[in-house]
Nanobody, 125 residues
Framework: QVQLVESGGGLVQAGGSLRLSCVASGRTFSSYAMAWFRQAPGKEREFVAG????????DYADSVKGRFTCSRDNAKNTVYLQMNSLKPEDTAVYYC??????????????????WGQGTQVTVSS
């Protein structure tokens, strides 16, 4: 079982940037696709960004395309989410997750084998 620990959340003004990190335990990290989800108060958890096992394919929710970038460093067992031009509507708890397959698509939350504990991102207007 892969264990995931997120970090990098915090309070930022609108237009600012944050970089989230997710460190995974276990030697099989590089075999699986990874993704970021988020959940705002009173809303359902939603997909934000995903990346295949090699980093060669990425997908983004329409709401974050052009602003967020997902990347991974398999040598460090780490996946990142660079968030630029942040908006108040990006405020949420962000979770990283490990998929059951190498490629991840279509990024259904039920297909993820492990989840982190989440990190809070708050964007003030």
């Amino acid at each position: 079982q892969v264990q995931l620990v997120e970090s990098g959340g915090g309070l930022v003004q609108a237009g600012g940037s944050l970089r989230l990190s997710c460190v995974a335990s276990g030697r099989t990290f590089s075999s699986y696709a990874m993704a970021w989800f988020r959940q705002a108060p009173g809303k359902e958890r939603e997909f934000v960004a995903g990346i295949g096992w090699s980093g060669g394919n990425t997908d983004y929710a329409d709401s974050v395309k052009g602003r967020f970038t997902c990347s991974r460093d398999n040598a460090k067992n780490t996946v990142y989410l660079q968030m630029n031009s942040l908006k108040p509507e990006d405020t949420a708890v962000y979770y990283c997750a490990c998929h059951r397959t190498r490629y991840g698509t279509p990024w259904s939350s039920s297909d993820f084998r492990s989840w982190g504990q989440g990190t809070q991102v708050t964007v003030s207007s």
